[in-house]
């Protein structure tokens, strides 16, 4: 392997620098068949997201799958689609989450940047980007609150992967998922009682919906549910609701096998028949609203729970550009500055 010697076009200071590093999934460019096809072949490639191996799992994902599901998928991203940026809300709100945390930091001389496991910007390009101003130091900070092998452990994967290019490699700290951070908990908390400050009826259940993970990835030892649990039961305590009013469930399943139970839209189902027809719903899996949230728990899960007799459906947004996401954010990269200094 050759390895690259890039000159920064700023050079590093002698006491270092720091710079900040924003991870997130990734999404397509476009909701046209091909943009969303590249992007299911990367995401859907990656060893951490299928195990199978790739002989097995690489001619049915190229055949049959890629055949189809772009179509689907692309029609939902369509529905949500923000028009004026042309761009998914995933890469609008990480975009501006960055942004806004630079503002935070406009003072102590920290860049920040961000980038996409699958798709663009890269973690690479922002790797660069923060090489270019003289950063010796990385902070990655994977924007998953509760951690999975197959989310925040292939973002760590990639930006090293993005390092073994480089002759002059930065040092790294990846910043640990943060399930019940008091500051991720307060936002929460704070969203949900704006939510329902603005709503005219009373929901009966806050159903906390999780992106859903194969069954045997915790089996084998993925913490994903663990964490998940921590992050609802903080909430419940901050919102002093029980376990029957802030169920816990888990989203989107994906191919054949079990997925962790029990699932939103079976659970969300069943609610009218047991006289439970108001319902809000909040999904603190993600620091940033997408398709996930916005298609198909805001459009898909409202359309059945109506369906099956429910009256009243409100969805709590996710933490976006909040303050209350950039203060959360803003607290872990300087408690990992401190964790960074060799003096
Ligand atoms: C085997 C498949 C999948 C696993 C495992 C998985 C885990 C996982 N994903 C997220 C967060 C997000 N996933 C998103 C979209 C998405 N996820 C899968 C499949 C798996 N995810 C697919 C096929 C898709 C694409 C959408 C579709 O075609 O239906 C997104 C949103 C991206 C966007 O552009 O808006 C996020 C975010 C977590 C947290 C997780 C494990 C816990
Ligand atoms: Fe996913
Ligand atoms: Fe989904």
Redo the contacts with the bound molecule.
């Keep these: 392997m050759a390895f690259i010697y890039r000159t920064p076009r700023t050079s590093i200071p002698e006491t270092g620098r720091t710079g900040v590093l924003l991870v997130?999934?990734?999404?397509?460019d476009g909701t046209g068949y091909w943009a969303?096809r590249r992007?299911?072949s990367e995401?859907?490639s990656d060893r951490r997201?299928?195990e199978a191996p790739s002989f097995i799992w690489q001619p049915i994902l190229q055949g049959p799958v890629l055949a189809r599901?772009?179509f689907?998928?692309g029609a939902?991203?369509a529905r949500?689609w923000d028009r004026e940026e042309n761009a998914?809300?995933?890469?609008v709100y990480t975009k501006r989450q960055a942004e806004l945390l630079k503002e935070r930091f406009a003072q102590d001389d920290v860049p920040v940047a961000w980038g996409m496991r699958y798709g663009k910007p890269s973690i690479a390009q922002a790797v660069d980007e923060l090489m270019d101003q003289g950063c010796d130091r990385i902070i990655s900070v994977p924007l998953?609150p509760?951690y999975?092998a197959?989310?925040t452990a292939t973002a760590n994967d990639q930006l090293f992967r993005a390092l073994m290019r480089l002759r002059g490699q930065p040092s790294v700290l990846t910043v640990p998922s943060f399930p019940d951070h008091p500051l991720f908990i307060k936002g929460l908390e704070e969203s949900v009682r704006r939510t329902l400050a603005g709503l005219s009826f009373k929901p009966q259940r806050l159903v906390v919906s999780?992106?859903?993970?194969?069954k045997i990835?915790v089996e084998k030892g993925d913490r994903?549910r663990d964490e998940c649990e921590r992050t609802v039961s903080a909430l419940r305590q901050a919102l002093d609701l029980t376990e029957e009013q802030v169920p816990l469930t888990f989203q989107?399943r994906?191919?054949p096998m079990e997925w962790l139970q029990p699932y939103t839209s079976e659970f969300v189902s069943k609610l009218p028949e047991q006289g439970i027809t108001r319902i809000a719903v909040i999904t603190p899996?993600?620091m940033?609203d997408?398709?996930?949230?916005?298609d198909?728990i805001g459009n898909e899960l409202r359309e059945e729970f109506i369906e099956e007799g429910g009256e009243e459906f409100a969805l709590v947004p996710c933490l976006n550009d909040d303050s209350a996401a950039i203060d959360l954010l803003e607290d872990l990269t300087r408690k990992a500055l401190k964790g960074f200094s060799v003096e």
């Excluded at 997130?24 to 397509?28: D, H, I």
């Excluded at 998914?88 to 890469?91: A, C, F, G, I």
């Excluded at 997408?290 to 916005?294: A, F």
């Design positions: 997130n999934l990734g999404t397509p969303v992007y299911l995401f859907l997201v299928i599901r772009p689907a998928s939902n991203y949500i998914s809300p995933l890469r998953y509760q999975s197959t989310t999780f992106h859903g993970l194969p990835c994903y989107s994906f191919g899996g993600f940033a997408c398709i996930e949230t916005l198909e």
